[in-house]
């Protein structure tokens, strides 16, 4: 398990951008596949975007476009860019880190985003 803390959620109003950062407080080795996903009120955690190790990237339709997932090993880091934010965008956002070894997950506490006018 890797202990991940992500900030940078808020309240923003449509078409603004947030830059969302998670942490780990452990090193990220190449074999990890990172992600970002998130949860709106009533409905199901969904995946937003991932990052594999190989480097490449996958985003759910609904983003494609407007978030751009990022990882900086060195600093042990994941981030998530979100331009041009909708008000469907709001949901706490969580990030995730696979094991590409032993395939375990590991989760953060989730930081909000609200976008609303």
């Known amino acids: 398990q890797v202990h991940l803390v992500e900030s940078g959620g808020g309240l923003v109003q449509p078409g603004d951008s947030l830059r969302l950062s998670c942490v780990a407080f452990?090193?990220?080795?190449?074999?990890?596949?990172m992600g970002w996903y998130r949860q709106a009120p009533g409905k199901q955690r969904e995946a937003v975007a991932f990052?594999?190790?190989?480097?490449?990237?996958n985003y759910a339709d609904s983003v494609k476009g407007r978030y751009t997932i990022s990882r900086d090993n060195a600093k042990n880091t994941v981030y998530l860019q979100m331009d041009d934010l909708k008000p469907d965008d709001t949901a706490v956002y969580y990030c995730?880190?696979?094991?590409?070894?032993?395939?375990?997950?590991?989760w953060g506490q989730g930081t909000q985003v609200t976008v609303s006018s």
């Open positions: 995730n880190a696979r094991n590409m070894l032993t395939f375990t997950d590991s």
């Open positions: 452990e090193k990220i080795f190449s074999y990890y596949d």
């Open positions: 990052m594999h190790a190989s480097g490449s990237t």
